[in-house]
């Protein structure tokens, strides 16, 4: 019996053009309820979701909206003695919510509000003799880390504090049968992942070990018939992979293997046009998290409305030239 | 927000449940607020134990808790008696279970279960192989609980023969589920290693893995998972790393060396040079995009009168010997030796890989040429009844490919053909691959004429959309790439020896990757889509350009735009009307 492939159908009625407004104006109301039920629960994610609200708010060209004094002065009372940073005021410092706080302070130009020297000493601290990376110190391993490391200190300029040759010795070693990657050493191929690795490897530049056409093949054989990219084989679409998938491709010079103008139609569609934002399906509910990667993922495929993104830190170009990071492409 | 449907509610219905969250919030903020106190405070104690979890039983992503929750347990592991201890983690790996059962996908709910199991007085490894069984079976496919599996095989010594089991038994169950075969993957080299085989797995068990993808293909042609899989299984060998080609130029002093596999001069490698027998010191090497970086091509500057001088002597209008070593760790990883006529402006050598028809065969399949037939064989019986099935097309691409290109040439462009019909998202796709397997065939023909230096090339009208494999064309001088539909130049920087170009008629809108190619003399870029100087601009890095044919560019159809060429390439001659 073959099993029936997942996929959704796009309703005729859904969005085919691009909201900006609407979703500046979404993200600009979303920090603002700051006693909403939605917004106290997720304070376990803030800094990852301030991130988020801010780059969608830069790529449409309307950072300015934001409260820019009360954004720095959150993220210098997460940083902690260590140096790492927490997603919220007493939470535990950890590398994603660390890597989301250097982001937004390159974002306004703004590494010098916190101790820069005190987080490369932490990031630097994390890496582990197989070169791998804890999220913290209670030592949960995953590649997603081996990005955050690195990418921290790039925007730092400080990457050669790292066991370069280790750290991508170790997230070659959880690249698979299909040329993808995973969490860990034996761990199933993932586009979320992929990202993280072939972003890795091109902040440190050794993207030579990727083959290209193996990996480029698999993730454009994420793309299913609505148009939507899933994150593996026989799953869903959702619009935060058409960023993973599509900045991978990016990296390694094979965006042209998707049919953009249908994944467009499939972003377009995630839209909720009454209270702005993108959904990770069309009809779902919104939030900042898939409407950053919905505008991002449309800035890749040649939106001009949206500025045009860096595919390695998904940060506006023009913040990454400015910081002068270095980052390699096939 | 991962699968949360908008549903449209009455006033009254959102009246409900902004009460009913009103309430959740308080007792959300009265439990955070006493964790937080309490931690402060250093109380970690079993009360804090149990205010975390009823924050984390309806939110388990906060991982500060988890974070608490380790803390308590490591301060209860220096009062507590042994069994004491041990009913507290029962409770929690109780806990975690139902914390699972909610959200099976909680990053932090499964590492904390690791942590448990590895700090707890008497873990029972085995009950949690029967609890990542249950969880599997309600999905087959949750990668937090496949990774927690391999955490509990490890620890447990669980044979892999045992888990292939287990990965057979669920693919018997569904073939569609590229867990299980990924698993295989990790398995078979494991079980049945074979270092004599690239993918480290012996070629009777491969066989048997063919016969059991085939009944999954066979079953569920559409299925990603079976072809995936099988692609796998027809292997790919790894290219070991050899000097492609050496290059002098006398005049400028330069040498390149270019190899098979990338390097990186500098660190732990090292390229060394012999002169007659006699080292050259201290050369400093860049690649070819005169950076440090990752790459095959290295090239290095010398003055021929100082190097006279510190000893080597060159025998004037005679030949000399020029050895090259490629050194890494101290280890001498390949070697090429060349002979320098004094008189030869250029002289260059290129080496062909020996012992194979083609030299990419081993690219695409490591696996004997005996059973590819038959793979080629079976799925040709497939296409005979799935006519439109795409995956079993490329899979007769690849494999006749692989068997013989030379002999299968034309039925794999028809195909190819076919694939772009059949496939229409993915049409870029196999329209580079078309284009990889052309400039494959193309130098598969110059490796044949290994006595000719084979410095030309020439692919006109071939619909090639990339030129694959330019890292191999370090000595071609003449290259014609006219009326295919190229989008850019990007990898033309491996191209040092060239001299004439020609691109007249593809879709180019930049010469970005035409820098720094010292021999460079006619580009042609007449019919392509340039629309500005800048676009240009990388030509200037290229000191010898002579010519350069525009015509038919937006660029030179007005006259600040020839202007402006003329500007940032001065001396060189702009040709702007066909000569017909």
Known sequence: MGTPIKDVVIPSNAPKTLFLQKHADYIAAYGEKKDDYEYVMTEFLRMNGMYWGLTGMALAGQLDRMDRSEVICFVQSCQHECGGFSCSVGHDPHLLSTLSAVQILTLYNALDAVNTEAVV??????QQADGSFYGDKWGEVDTRFSFCAVACLTLLHRLEELDIDKAVEFVVSCMNFDGAFGCRPGSESHSGQVYCCVGM???????HHINADQLGWWLCERQLASGGLNGRPEKLPDVCYSWWVLASLKIIDRLHWVDKDKLVQFILACQDEETGGFADRPGDMVDPFHTLFGLAALSLL????????????????????RAGVNLQFL | MHGRLKVKSTAEQQEAKRKEREKKLQIYNAATSKIFSKKKDGELDEELLHLCGEVLAANPDFYTLWNYRKEVFLELRKSKSPTELQNLFLAELFFLESCLRMNPKSYGTWHHRCFVMDTMPDPDWLRELELCNQFLKYDERNFHCWDYRRFIVKRANVSPEAELDFSMSKISNNFSNYSSWHY?????????????QPMGVSEDALLKEYELVQNGFFTDPDDQSNWFYHRWLMGRGELKQAVNSVSVFQPEGRISVSFLRHVQVGKSASISLECDGSPLKNIK???????????????TFFLFIPFRLIGVILPIAESWTLDVQLVINNLSVCSAQIQVLAEEKNSRKRWVPSGLSSRFSQEMSSVKAETLQQELEAITQLMEVETDNKWAVLTAVLLMKALDPQKHEAEIMVNLDKLQALDFKRVEYYKDLRSRFIVEAAIDAMDRESSSLATTLSLPHRGLTKLYHSELLTLLTSLNLSDNQLRDVRQFGFLQSLRELDLSNNCLTTCHGLQNLPCLEKVVLSNNQLSSPESLATLQTCPYLKQLHLVGNPVVEQEAGLEGIKEILPGVEIITQSSS
């Open chain 1, 121 to 126: 000493k932490w990031v630097k601290s994390l």
């Open chain 1, 201 to 207: 490897l091109s902040v440190t530049g050794h993207l």
């Open chain 1, 302 to 321: 040649g939106d001009r409305a949206v500025k045009p993104v860096n595919p390695v830190l998904c940060m506006p170009e023009e913040d990454i030239r």
């Open chain 2, 184 to 196: 295989r993957s990790k398995l078979l080299p494991l079980i049945h290693p074979d270092s004599g």
């Open chain 2, 285 to 299: 090497w860049l690649n070819h995009e005169n950076k440090e970086g990752h790459s095959t091509l290295w090239i």
